[in-house]
Every structure is written in C-alpha cells, then in structure tokens.
C-alpha cells in the first residue's frame, strides 16, 4: 500500500511539477530514492517469506516420514497391552455388531449377521455423500457415529480408515513427543532384558 500511495504521489508530482522547477525535481528524486527503499525491502522481506515456506515444508515432511516409520514400528512391534499403539481412526468396531446380533439371532447366526452388517455400514461409511442424520447407539454407545465423525476428521476426502498413533490409555490421539518417549522407554526396557 505504501509503495502504491508513493507510486501514485511521485506520478502526479511528474505531471503537476514544472521543468525549471529545481525544489520540485529535488522532491522527485527524493521521492524515487525512497520508493526504491522500499521495493528492495518488499522484495527483501518476499524472499526471506519464501525461505521460512521451504523451511517450513522441509520441517513437515520430515516430521511426516517420522510419524509414518512412528506408525509402521507400532504396528510391527506394538503389543496388545501397551499404552501407546495404533488406533484406526474411522474403523468400526467388529464387537459392537457382534454383541448386538448375539441379543436378536441365536448361535452362529449372530456372528454371520454381525460380519454382514458391519460389513454393509463401512459401505455406507465410505461413500462420500453419506450423511447419516440419526445417532445409532450400540450397547449404549455410539460406535457406528464415533467411526463417522473419525472420518470425517481424519479423512473426509478419501473416506477410509486412517492409521493414527492413539494413546489408549487416555483415549485420544498419541502426541509425537509421548510416541518417542514410549518408544525410548521400550527401547531400554528392552536393551536391559538383552
């Protein structure tokens, strides 16, 4: 905007000024002097802006490749009682229609009625123009809803499940920083054992 009013000032101070004028041509000189400060600085600060976005990229891809080797070691070697692990964001939960057909179908009905169901509502999670408006509750809670909302945060655009560091022992998402530590920690528990 500066650079614009200074701009515009020295154009009309061109056109109004007299030739012979020396104070006029003297404040366009000066005019000029200081406009070129300015787009130096402009261009200066632009360049240094641009630097910090390629920092700021590199930074987040690095952290990206570290959350990802973060995900795949837990998958590999996350045990099923560890406090920090893998939780897949948007998955359903197989026990809840298990549980639930076992109270409607006898026997191994339940279970084949389970898989199909759970089955046909991860279909229907996927598809992007899917906006369930009720809440559905299973043994109290609202699992199929809690998968949606998953998705949708984690998501929305692709509409499958998502591998995210979870700490289950809070029940929400796993920091970076407690993911390295709990990985420390494993680390010399298990360096103590060998």
Same mark, same amino acid.
């Given at each position: %905007?500066?650079i614009k009013?200074?701009?515009?000032?020295?154009e009309? #101070?061109?056109?109004?000024?007299?030739?012979?004028?020396?104070?006029?041509?003297?404040?366009?000189?000066?005019?000029? @002097? +200081?406009? +070129?400060?300015?787009m130096?600085? %402009?261009?200066? %600060?632009?360049? @240094?802006? /641009?630097?910090?976005?390629?920092?700021?990229?590199?930074?987040?891809?690095?952290? /990206?490749?570290?959350?990802?080797?973060?995900?795949? !070691?837990?998958?590999?070697?996350?045990? &099923?009682?560890?406090h920090? !692990?893998?939780?897949? #964001?948007?998955?359903?939960?197989?026990?809840?229609?298990?549980?639930a057909?076992?109270?409607?179908? &006898?026997?191994d009905?339940?279970?084949?009625?389970?898989a199909?169901?759970? @089955?046909?509502?991860?279909?229907?999670?996927?598809?992007?123009e899917?906006?369930?408006?009720?809440?559905?509750?299973?043994? !109290?809670k609202? #699992?199929?809803?809690?998968?949606?909302?998953?998705?949708?945060?984690?998501? &929305?655009?692709?509409?499958?499940p =998502?591998?995210?560091?979870?700490?289950?022992?809070? !029940? +929400?998402?796993?920091?970076?920083?407690?993911? =390295? +530590?709990?990985?420390?920690? /494993?680390?010399k528990?298990?360096?103590?054992?060998?």
């Open positions: %905007m500066e009013e200074m701009k515009a000032k020295l009309a #101070m061109s056109c109004n000024s007299d030739s012979k004028d020396s104070a006029s041509e003297k404040k366009i000189v000066e005019l000029n @002097s +200081q406009l +070129q400060e300015k130096d600085e %402009m261009d200066f %600060m632009e360049s @240094s802006n /641009q630097i910090l976005v390629i920092k700021e990229r590199k930074s987040n891809d690095q952290l /990206q490749e570290i959350r990802k080797e973060l995900i795949n !070691g837990l998958l590999e070697h996350g045990g &099923p009682r560890a920090i !692990g893998i939780k897949r #964001m948007g998955e359903l939960d197989p026990k809840a229609f298990s549980n057909c076992k109270q409607i179908f &006898p026997g009905n339940a279970k084949v009625n389970a199909l169901l759970c @089955s046909k509502w991860e279909a229907e999670i996927k598809k992007p899917w906006h369930p408006l009720d809440v559905v509750r299973i043994g !109290g609202e #699992m199929v809803t809690t998968a949606l909302l998953e998705i949708n945060e984690d998501n &929305p655009s692709g509409r499958y =998502v591998a995210e560091m979870w700490n289950f022992k809070e !029940g +929400q998402k796993a920091a970076l920083k407690e993911v =390295v +530590q709990f990985v420390l920690k /494993q680390w528990t298990h360096k103590r054992k060998h």
